[in-house]
């Protein structure tokens, strides 16, 4: 045995396809309590990396936006208004912002979002 070794498992058994661990297995790991965190943040300092200039409002709106769409849409599995999804807008944002320095900063978002989301709703 070796004092200095360190093992970490990572589980989220309500995501779709997980399972939880076994007790027996349980029982040899310590609980640690995680937050949620800060999404405006995160996409207000993405944004800023990307050049965008108004990042704070814009940040706000993307994740105002999915976090309606996760209280009044369907939950559905293919679905998906985490973090995986504000960080494909902020992406494509950022895609688009390369491409048309030109075009307001809002309207690059709010295409951004279209983009990324238009083939979820019309596909299934």
Do not use: W
């Amino acid at each position: 045995l070796k004092l200095t070794a360190n093992c970490f498992i990572t589980m989220n058994p309500g995501y779709a396809g997980r399972s939880e661990l076994p007790d027996n297995l349980k029982a040899l790991f310590r609980s640690v309590a995680m937050m949620v965190p800060d999404y405006a943040l995160i996409a207000q300092i993405s944004l800023y990396s990307f050049g965008f200039s108004d990042a704070e409002n814009l940040a706000r709106k993307i994740v105002t936006t999915y976090k309606l769409c996760s209280e009044q849409l369907s939950s559905q599995s293919h679905y998906d208004y985490g973090m995986r999804a504000v960080k494909s807008v902020l992406t494509a944002a950022g895609n688009l912002l390369r491409k048309y320095p030109n075009e307001k900063e809002n309207i690059l978002v709010l295409r951004a979002i279209m983009d990324v989301n238009l083939a979820k709703f019309l596909s299934f």
